[in-house]
């Protein structure tokens, strides 16, 4: 078999025959692969899906416990016999349970990256390298534009905010899965040690993140709260949940978006409140470029995103690259704020 | 600078009363002469002498992929954000400039030396810094406070350090060709449409205009059904759509691909009766200029 061919582009996502399963598919298929928890990835109702325990925890939560007719849970770097082929889950970075996708067959090596990032993530273990003939990769912010600033910079913004305004919550918009507990976890590593409010489905995620040894730190429950009570507090939060709360309270919140795509004025104006802020689970423009260059020793396969100058660098530095176009992926972080 | 530009982010997305007080912490923590330069440039004050926005491209081009920035314009839409952000990060650099040695350096430095002391604080200065350092040093900074009722002239000099061609503006409406639109991230966001003119038989970009969401629904429709490619927010479509786009500045740019700038367009009527061949060429628009 040509290494081009261990996996082919079907509507319903990313196929392995050899192995007789999709990676992350768009539609309800016999048997899928899962990256990672977020819901332009993992869908719900395949027949059978082998993922990390943590993702297929979080699946869980969000779906309901029959959201698969049976699954399988891989540790990270274990090998796993699908048909012919052998797969292994590696680290990701992106979020918890993210894992990268090693797929082997006869002696060809593809790995689809699913989302990732290089930067340091208390909350997941670090993207693990691992050279193949073709790397499939994402493309979120796969411009040079996109410079993601070190997240502990942008949560010190955050603590100075606070200490500036200590009359006004601080209603940060992070998105419930990964960025709400990334951004815990970082502001209890500035010393920052308060109770910290959240909403619902934060609340249910960030206790599958503690039931896997990430530790949060004190979590208060949003509903409930007055509007003067949150004074001073770190709220993280959906703008849908701040609205009536404080339609009638003098000291307004604060609000803030915390996004990769903050890192344009245009963006920060339209949807970062007044605290936007620069936090990305996902690989800026030099962590793409790097990432490619380490371990793509064959091809660049680019699932969705910003392909076209991603595609123009890889052709200037040689490295023959495909766009993969996926529908369907990349809704979650570009959802509306 | 990275100091004062990170307090122009917080200023720009800020409201009343916060601004006062975000001042107020800044001015709190600067030393002399940093606070009063500050103050001055927030009171549209200060003027230092500007240098043309064309200098600080030509730095840029020299380290930049052309292809990598072009696409890199089109989704900023603002060439000194665009350079801010592209502008690679130096490992050992200096530390960045504070606000008095850049107004000091660009009354003081002749023209030979500018152009090295600008890369130098570049490579120094943060994203944030290098944006708030173009757009001061090129006088295009606007500031996010209210103005003052001082209006007391601190202008260190106020002629261009490079001449540009200056042109009374022109005014006027053609008839272009719709080539990308941009969905802005919300619903109540304006669409952004780039339109083309002919030139040798292909369409040139020549700017790009705003519609509201009242108003896009028929561009809405027509981008649904022919798109052709897609690069991120940008749709490309199909070159049929024409639009009838006012615009009330028109400016020789030899640097673009049209050769000409577009100001202040604003979409006035979408053509659907039109079709691409009775659009306008470069040439016709060419004649609204004055000679030169």
Redesign the interface.
């Known amino acids: 078999m040509r290494i081009a061919d261990i996996l082919t582009l079907t509507p319903a996502g990313l196929y392995c025959a050899a192995g007789d399963f999709y990676i992350d598919p768009v539609r309800k298929v016999a048997r899928a692969v899962i990256t990672h928890g977020h819901s332009d990835h993992a869908r719900r109702g395949h027949e059978a899906v082998l993922a990390t325990a943590e993702t297929l925890d979080v699946m869980a939560i969000r779906y309901g416990e029959k959201f698969a007719g049976s699954r399988q849970a891989a540790r990270l770097g274990e090998t796993i016999a699908l048909g012919d082929a052998r797969v292994t889950l590696q680290p990701a970075g992106h979020i918890l349970g993210s894992a990268q996708i090693v797929i082997e067959v006869s002696g060809g090596r593809v790995v689809v990256s699913g989302d990732y990032k290089r930067a340091r993530d208390p909350t997941c273990p670090a993207f693990e390298p691992v050279p193949c003939d073709i790397f499939i990769t994402e493309a979120t912010f796969g411009l040079p534009i996109f410079r993601h600033p070190p997240a502990e910079l942008e949560v010190a913004k955050l603590l100075r905010s606070l200490a500036l305004f200590p009359e006004r919550a601080h209603f940060i918009d992070a998105y419930s899965l990964g960025k709400a507990q990334r951004l815990i976890a970082l502001l209890r590593e500035a010393t920052y040690h308060d109770p910290i409010v959240v909403d619902p489905a934060t609340e249910r995620l960030c206790a599958v993140y503690e039931a896997h040894h990430v530790a949060l730190g004190a979590l208060r429950p949003l509903s409930g709260q007055a509007a003067n009570s949150l004074a001073g507090k770190i709220v993280i939060a959906p703008p849908s949940a701040r609205a009536d709360l404080f339609a009638e309270v003098e000291n307004g919140p604060i609000t803030g978006f915390a996004s990769g795509w903050m890192r344009t004025r245009k963006r920060a104006q339209q949807g970062g409140g007044e605290l936007p802020l620069i936090i990305s689970d996902h690989a800026d423009w030099d962590e793409l470029t790097a990432t490619a260059r380490e371990v793509a020793q064959g091809e660049l396969w680019i699932t969705h995103g910003e392909e076209a100058a991603l595609m123009h660098w890889a052709a200037s530095n040689g490295i023959k690259a495909r766009p993969l176009a996926i529908k369907g992926y990349g809704d979650e972080e570009n959802a509306e704020p | 600078m990275n100091r004062f530009a ?1 307090l122009l982010d ?1 200023l ?4 009343g009363e ?1 601004k006062q ?2 001042l107020a ?1 800044y001015l709190a923590t600067t030393p002399e002469p940093d606070r009063t330069i500050a103050v001055d440039f927030l009171a549209a004050r200060l003027k230092p002498r500007r240098i043309a926005l064309a200098l600080i491209r030509s730095l840029a081009d020299a380290r930049f ?1 052309p ?2 920035y072009a ?2 314009l089109d ?4 060439v000194a ?2 350079i801010a ?2 502008w690679p ?1 130096q490992r050992r650099a200096n530390r960045d400039p504070s606000l008095s040695e850049v107004v000091e350096a660009l009354s003081t430095l002749g023209r030979s030396e500018l152009p090295k002391r600008i890369e130098t604080w570049l490579d120094a200065c ?2 944030s810094g290098r ?1 708030a350092l173009i757009k001061l040093a090129t006088g295009r900074f606007k500031s996010p406070m209210p103005s003052p009722d001082r209006p007391q002239k601190l202008a260190i000099a106020q002629d261009d350090m490079f001449p540009t061609t200056a042109s009374p503006q022109i005014s006027g409406s053609i008839d272009a060709v719709l080539l990308y639109v941009e969905r ?4 109540a ?1 304006p669409t952004f449409c780039t339109f083309g003119l002919w030139k040798g038989g292909a369409l040139v970009p020549v700017g790009k205009a705003g519609i509201l969401p009242d108003d896009r629904k028929c561009v809405d429709e027509f981008v649904r059904e022919n798109t052709i490619k ?3 927010p940008v749709s490309q479509v199909a070159q049929t759509l024409v639009l009838e786009v006012a615009f009330e500045d028109l400016k020789r740019a030899p640097r673009r691909k049209s050769g000409i700038a577009m100001r202040t367009a604003r979409i006035t009527r979408v053509l659907r009766e039109k079709r691409p061949g009775d659009a306008s060429t470069i040439e016709g628009l060419e004649r609204l200029l004055p000679a030169r």
């Open positions: 990170a917080r720009e997305n800020a409201d916060m007080r975000l912490d992929d292809v990598l696409l890199s989704y900023v839409d603002d954000e665009t952000l592209l990060p943060d994203a944006w802005g991230k919300l619903k966001s897609r690069f991120g």
